[in-house]
């Protein structure tokens, strides 16, 4: 469709089998990790992902990397199917997609020197170009100084380690980067440089991303537009400034209204206190209907039994979907 | 599609000294290294061991009071004597000296477990890691489930079967020992190998479209070496023990030469009627050997271990 869509995620699912039950039919218990996502992220854009541990952010970043393939659902990068070579993804295909995980203790080689550790992408995707001359200048783009290029991961800090991992995932000259939590394993006075620096090399390399987060401020601060997932689903796709001001889905206002704030400035950011009621419910054992009903404070009977459709509303002028009966209702539609 | 801006690449990056800082960080970490390695006395004392029985025998034609005795020899006059006086550990039945018996018996030993080694650790790390690495997948059951064949049967048994099989002589006694001794490999670096492939790093490598060899070989196979290598060091002993088992059986190394575990063989028919000497000095070597290698092998593996805290 429009071409300022870089990535399309269609009906996605990913079912972890776990285990067998019965002891004739066998029958897999499965983990629904994702269980039918769609979203598009925009070229240019910093396409936030939020939710709770355990609800399928991260997933998604892997089935995107082709560290998994998905149960069902596709995902297409500029119009190109990600998965039409199964998982033997093209060269030119990987270079244009890379990642940043979240803890760069595990995510860089503690037996290879930073030099060794550029050298990778850029020996497998620019084999033509000066290696040493490519490193320092990718050392320089993230303002690390060249000598850093003999040093082993643990002489670096966390933060500078990071930055290390940013500094791969551009070796490629990706288009979409993704990022998985990068900075929940740093230190607070450090997340802001690397959030920073990200924000600078977006601007500079026309880079898109998408950011997987369970800090809420930190999405506040970088996204331009938020899905908010609930065990698998996603439950709200907004704007990020109408996300954050006037939330739809009762997940949504559940969760910001659960941020804890010190000034009143802050204060009168957050919407209407609710209260947050029970635990997150097992992603093996899914309730039916919409997920949330358990939870939910607003619920209603046909919640308990009907999923809800992911429906367009008009509340604040711009793309705002929400999966919620409350909504279809409004909307006068009726779900199947 | 965005091309990263290019900015100056600086004019000087003097290369000789960055080699020089990443030559001096080489040297910091090995007297680190010795430093932690030092404070165990017993370490110390099993390098030392080690470092003596190499040494003896490198120059054991030059150390040896009657190099000769390990070629075809008799001198029945001064057979069986006592220890004391021209022989220090006495003479065996014909009158062949124990003490360089005992010395060119030490080459042997370490070349059976130099040999046995470099055989054994890279088929069996190789196998182990590409098993480990392909978890779950067929490659991975068709080579544990042949290296669980070979773990099931008790090792010296095998050890002695395939040795027996064969003509008794050195090079048959080791290939007797690798073929029992390569599955400890293959066990020990599966499990690591199919721990480390989950690491981020192997995803990373994986999803930057890097090639199976450089994922085992660069990314794995680096994070396995220091155990790996301490199991080399507490193996030695072992391997020396287990070829000085097959020749006190008859099954390694043969006479004339003077293996360690020949000597006690031989030694031991002189046991009851007083000739203690022939046996036992050669036993107390075998004993020297393993317990020097030994101790030098707990002291590298509490230095690794220490490492990767």
């Known amino acids: 469709m429009s071409d300022d869509i870089i990535l399309r995620v269609e009906n996605l699912r990913k079912h972890f089998i776990v285990g067998r039950k019965g002891l004739i039919k066998r029958e897999p218990i499965t983990v629904k990790a994702v269980d039918g996502v769609s979203f598009n992220v925009r070229r240019g854009e910093t396409f936030g992902i939020v939710g709770e541990s355990g609800s399928g952010k991260s997933t998604i970043a892997y089935i995107t990397m082709g560290m998994y393939l998905p149960t069902s659902g596709t995902i297409t990068f500029n119009d190109r199917d990600l998965f039409g070579h199964g998982d033997r993804r093209p060269l030119d295909l990987r270079k244009e997609v890379q990642i940043v995980f979240q803890d760069p203790g595990s995510s860089l080689n503690p037996r290879r020197t930073i030099r060794q550790i550029l050298e990778l992408p850029l020996s497998i995707h620019q084999p033509e170009k000066d290696r040493l001359t490519e490193i320092i200048r990718l050392l320089e783009l993230v303002d690390l100084p060249p000598e850093f290029m003999h040093k082993y991961p643990r002489q670096l800090s966390g933060g500078e380690r990071q930055i290390v991992a940013i500094a791969r995932a551009l070796a490629t000259n990706p288009s979409l980067v993704i990022l998985d939590e990068p900075t929940s394993a740093l230190d607070v006075s450090v997340q802001g440089k690397v959030l920073n620096l990200l924000i600078r090399l977006q601007r500079e390399l026309n880079l898109t991303y998408m950011f997987i987060t369970h800090d809420l401020s930190v999405m506040r601060n970088l996204a331009s537009r938020v899905a908010i997932m609930y065990l698998g689903r996603v439950a709200e796709v907004a704007e990020a400034v109408h996300f954050f001001e006037s939330p739809q889905h009762p997940y949504t206002q559940m969760l910001l209204s659960s941020i804890p704030v010190l000034t009143e400035a802050e204060e009168a950011l957050r919407p209407a206190q609710i209260r947050s009621t029970g635990e997150i419910p097992s992603p093996v054992d899914l309730p039916s209907g919409c997920s949330f009903h358990t939870r939910c404070p607003q619920v209603m009977d046909h919640c308990r039994h009907i999923d809800p459709l992911m429906v367009p509303i008009d509340v604040t002028g711009s793309d705002h979907i929400v999966r919620c009966h409350l909504f279809e209702q409004a909307n006068g539609q009726v779900s199947s | ?309």
Not at chain 2, 173 to 186: D, F, I
């Open chain 2, 1 to 309: 599609m965005a091309e990263i801006a290019v900015s100056p690449v600086p004019e000087v990056i003097d290369a000789a000294a960055l080699a020089r800082i990443q030559r001096q960080n080489r040297r910091e970490n090995l007297g680190r290294m010795w430093f932690k390695f030092s404070r165990n006395p017993l370490s110390v004392i099993g390098l030392l061991m080690v470092i003596a029985i190499i040494l003896l025998a490198i120059f054991a034609e030059f150390v040896t009071p009657f190099p000769d005795h390990v070629r075809p020899f008799t001198d029945f006059v001064n057979a069986k004597k006592p220890p004391g006086g021209e022989y220090l550990l006495g003479t065996d039945q014909f009158g062949r000296d124990i003490l360089s018996r005992i010395v060119f018996g030490f080459r042997f030993s370490l070349l059976m477990a130099v040999v046995v080694l470099t055989l054994v650790v890279p088929v069996g790390v190789t196998l182990g890691m590409v098993a480990g690495y392909f978890q779950g997948t067929i490659i991975d059951t068709i080579i544990m489930r042949i290296t669980d064949i070979f773990l099931s049967v008790p090792p010296l048994i095998l050890a002695l079967a395939i040795a027996s099989v064969l003509t008794p002589n050195l090079t048959n006694s080791m290939v007797a020992v690798s073929l029992m001794w390569w599955p400890w490999y293959a066990r020990l670096v599966y499990g690591l190998s199919s721990a480390l492939r989950t690491e981020y790093f192997v995803s990373s490598a994986e999803t930057i479209g890097a090639r199976t060899p450089h994922i085992l070989f660069r990314e794995i196979l680096p994070n396995m070496i220091s155990p790996i290598f301490t199991k080399m060091s507490l193996d030695v002993g072992w391997v020396i023990i287990i070829g000085s088992m097959l020749s006190f059986l008859g099954l390694g190394v043969q006479e004339p030469q003077p293996g360690l575990g020949t000597m006690v063989a031989k030694g031991s028919d002189y046991l009851p009627t007083g000739q203690w000497w022939m046996a036992i000095f050669p036993a107390l070597a075998i004993v020297v050997v393993v317990l020097g290698f030994n101790l030098l092998g707990d002291g590298l593996r509490d230095l690794f271990s220490a490492e990767e805290v």
